[in-house]
């Protein structure tokens, strides 16, 4: 399968520290890549290189096979390469299906003036985009929180709703870090559905992840880290037996 993301050689240097250490792999076009490993291990710094909020020391990220190494994190959210944090980040005074049309600016067009005078066309846009946040709000299992503030939500529904919020922006590759930090195993179970459904649908994932359960049962390959080197890349099953991955992580 052709790869949509290319990650290749990212090192990244903070004084006499490598944080990350020459990491080579391929996200596919279809599917879901977890990175997982200790703490301390690079991943969330790998993240940031390849999302654009931190620059690497050397090495180079490819979209689509486009070099986009020195574009901002901005650039690279309008090219389809999305991200979640750690800590979520939502409007808490707008609701949740208000949050979710925030993250459609990326893809509307149209200005203070048509904002001021609603033009026939800009009426119909405003339909299609609520008409399209209800459907990502289905699709986290938030339909009927829709009118609900953000902030009168439990965390773990908090989580769901930034990642409807982030497929709003129309990601082909969607990077997720750790989006089950904080969730119960129900809410654990609701994350993974959706991300099946999401990878279903085409678009590529990418996350780091702690819960090992979740990477076992919704990743088609994995890339572990160590000391920010990559020491393994393979399916799951392969990765749970792998002695060194057992040595460094899992054991």
């Known amino acids: 399968m052709n790869a949509i993301l290319e990650v290749r050689g990212a090192t990244r240097r903070f004084g006499g520290l490598t944080a990350v250490d020459d990491v080579s792999f391929d996200v ?31 090495g180079a990220i490819l979209l689509s096979g486009n070099e986009v190494t020195a574009l901002p994190s901005e650039a ?20 949740a299906l208000e949050n979710v049309k925030v993250g459609f ?13 609603r033009p026939r066309w800009q009426r119909q846009a405003e339909r299609e985009v609520e008409e399209k946040a209800k459907a990502l709000l289905d699709l986290v299992g938030l339909s009927a929180l ?8 439990p965390y773990g529904q908090q989580r769901l709703l930034e990642i409807a919020r ?21 809410e654990s179970e609701r994350l993974a559905r959706t991300v099946r459904k999401i990878a279903a649908d085409g678009v590529a994932v990418l996350l ?10 919704i990743a088609d390959e994995v890339v572990v880290l160590d000391y920010g080197r990559k020491i ?20």
């Open 166 to 186: 982030a497929m709003a922006a129309g990601p082909r590759v969607l990077l997720l870090d750790e989006p089950a930090a904080g969730l119960n195993a129900e």
């Open 208 to 217: 780091i992840e702690h819960d090992m359960k979740l990477v076992m049962d």
């Open 28 to 58: 596919p076009e279809r599917g879901v890549t977890a990175v997982i490993g200790p703490n301390g291990a690079g991943k969330t710094t790998l993240f940031n290189l390849i999302a654009g909020s931190m620059p690497p020391s050397a």
């Open 105 to 117: 600016h990326l893809r509307t067009r149209g200005g203070l003036i048509a904002a001021l005078l």
């Open 76 to 95: 690279r959210a309008g090219l389809g390469l999305v991200r979640t944090f750690q800590l979520v980040k939502l409007f808490q005074d707008l609701t």
């Open 232 to 251: 393994a890349q393979r399916t799951p099953d392969a990765v749970r037996r792998d002695p060194a991955v057992i040595a460094a992580y899992l054991g």
């Open 146 to 153: 829709a009118d609900s503030s953000a902030s009168a939500l």
